[in-house]
């Protein structure tokens, strides 16, 4: 589990193909890397990863072709910047909302506009999601939490502020880039249950 919180900015070292599979390798540089434990799970832009090699300032991890496909990551290239964020340990403060490292789709970012010292931004989702996104509810785009300010039939709206573009990846995203989206827990499995017992028509 995660919080949205980034805690780092990572950079791809470098991609390499594993087996036949078309699933990859990503060597991800990061800061005080060296103290990520391997096995242990790490949030790479909304993407829950595990690392299975760890170095003084980069780790390695394995990334199937299912997620590739489903996420940003098969767009990621050399030198391409990555949120990052540890997963949350039992007593740590809990500074976002629950985010759980599993995608649900991709969304794209529709356009950026200032605004009271903050940035709104505007993304378009599939409309399989944006049922499930509440104005004033909690998302994550690329693994960043935020609050939900708008939501229209396959938009929403958030502000990001000064501090949050500077130490993520929104200080260089453009409309147009795709990103990751995972909707609130909660959503999804209420969703999920009103779905389930609705009954099929006739």
């Not at 929104?170 to 609130?184: C, Y």
Request: proline share 5%; with cysteine; charged share 20%.
């Amino acid at each position: 589990m995660f919080t949205g919180i980034i805690t780092a900015l990572g950079t791809i070292r470098q991609i390499t193909p594993v087996g036949r599979d078309q699933d990859m390798r990503l060597v991800i540089e990061a800061p005080d890397a060296g103290s990520i434990a391997i096995g242990a799970s790490v949030a790479c832009s909304g993407c829950c990863l595990t690392a299975i090699a760890v170095g003084t300032d980069w780790f390695a991890v394995d990334v199937s072709a299912e997620t590739l496909a489903k996420t940003t990551l098969g767009a990621w290239r050399p030198g391409s910047r990555v949120n990052l964020e540890r997963s949350l340990h039992l007593g740590d403060e809990l500074g976002g909302h629950i985010v759980s490292g599993h995608v649900d789709g991709v969304g794209t970012a529709i356009s950026a506009a200032p605004q009271y010292g903050s940035t709104k931004w505007q993304f378009q989702v599939p409309s399989s999601l944006a049922r499930y996104i509440a104005e004033k509810g909690s998302i994550a785009v690329d693994g960043v939490s935020l609050t939900v300010n708008e939501v229209g039939r396959e938009d929403f709206g958030v502000n990001v502020i000064p501090h949050t573009a500077a130490m993520t990846t929104f200080g260089g995203l453009k409309p147009g880039d795709p990103v990751n989206i995972e909707i609130d827990m909660l959503a999804r499995y209420i969703g999920r249950f009103l779905e389930s017992r609705t009954p099929e028509p006739r």
